[in-house]
């Protein structure tokens, strides 16, 4: 099965990013996907220092999610939409998991949020795993997918073909333009993508936002740790990658011996 990450521009507003989920899931599904990932609060849009960006409301929130569900059904494709979202008195930071036939399978929660999000959000407390036309995934986002690997371990020994990785890493304004995928002189992060696989014996997906200045880019990774698909730094697109389950074992997540660290 074929699975898809779109890597969009930064949105001005919920009607600009829903026109783009519109848009980049009509090509992911045309291309033979069976789901497709959106970068770290892809609605509103992640609150960086680059643009203004106003918290919604819990009501137009839930408005949007419908209407990524509409997407969903129209374009007979999974989508996976990371956005803020209100749970009880919790302001949370989440991946929405929505159905080829536009159902709400739910959500995963930012539970290791970077110092610097302490005034933005609350940290979620569950893990879940997900699963979509027989392809078993996690999520996990940004700073906790790159700094605490123990969130997609959890998920591998759970079974997941996949994890699933929105992030947001680099700036419009300033930074250095990178050319080379991995390069040894380039941020950390394509590194971790890589480590997160082969360390797992799982396909790892990791896909952020088209900037100017990017620190990474929308990548697949196979359980043998190669990068098999990636976008091209600083273009709005979509990537496509095979997956082949019975590749994806967990080998070496299962083998994690959590009782040497009690």
């Keep these: 099965m074929k699975i898809a990450l779109a890597t969009p521009h930064f949105p001005r507003s919920v009607a600009e990013a829903l026109n783009s989920v519109d ?3 009509k090509e992911a599904a045309t291309q033979g996907a069976v789901i497709v990932c959106f970068p770290e609060t892809f609605i509103p849009g992640y609150p960086l220092a680059d643009y ?9 929130l839930t408005d949007a999610l419908k209407q990524v569900c509409e997407i969903a059904a129209k374009h007979s494709i999974a989508i996976i939409i990371p956005m803020d979202w209100y749970e009880a008195d919790k302001f949370l930071n989440v991946a929405q998991v929505v159905s080829a ?4 399978l739910g959500y995963q929660s930012k539970n290791q949020l970077d110092p610097s999000e302490d005034i933005t959000w609350q ?7 997900f699963e979509v036309a027989g392809l078993k995934f996690g999520i996990t986002i940004c700073h906790e997918g790159f700094r605490y690997p123990e969130s997609v371990r959890w998920a591998a020994r759970e079974g997941a073909h996949v994890v699933f990785h929105p992030h947001l890493s680099g700036s ?6 990178l050319t080379e995928w991995g390069h040894v002189d380039s941020p950390y992060y394509e590194k971790a993508m890589m480590m997160r696989a082969l360390e797992n014996t799982i396909y790892f997906a990791s896909v952020g936002y088209a900037m100017k200045y990017q620190e990474s880019t929308s990548s697949i990774i196979s359980p043998d740790g190669k990068c098999v698909a990636y976008q091209s730094y600083g273009q709005e697109g979509i990537i496509i990658a095979e997956i082949e389950t019975q590749k994806a074992t967990g080998y070496l997540a299962k083998r994690f011996k959590p009782d040497l660290y009690q």
């Design 101 to 104: 036939n536009g159902k709400i």
């Design 23 to 25: 848009l980049l899931a």
């Design 52 to 60: 203004p960006v106003e918290q919604a409301s819990a009501q137009e």
């Design 172 to 177: 419009d304004l300033k930074g250095v333009e």
């Design 123 to 129: 940290p979620g407390t569950a893990r879940n795993i």
